[in-house]
C-alpha cells in the first residue's frame, strides 16, 4: 500500500500496490475523485472525469 496526497485538500490518499492506471481512487477526507496515473516515478492522481453522468449504469 502506497499513499498519495490528495491534489484537493492534502490528505493521503491510500493506493493500493496492485493498482493499475486508469483505476478511480476517492479522497477518504473531502471524497473526490481520482484516476491513478502510473509513471517513472509511481503513482500520482488526476482528476476523474466525471462530468454528468455518463458513467454507471
Ligand atoms: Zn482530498
Not at 29 to 49: H, Q, R
Amino acid at each position: 500500500l502506497s499513499r498519495v496526497e490528495c491534489p484537493d485538500c492534502g490528505a493521503e490518499v491510500p493506493i493500493p500496490e496492485d493498482v493499475l492506471a486508469g483505476e478511480i481512487v476517492t479522497c477518504p477526507d473531502c471524497g473526490a475523485d481520482y484516476e491513478v496515473a502510473v509513471g517513472e516515478d509511481g503513482v500520482s492522481l488526476k482528476p476523474a472525469e466525471t462530468s454528468g453522468e455518463d458513467w454507471g449504469e
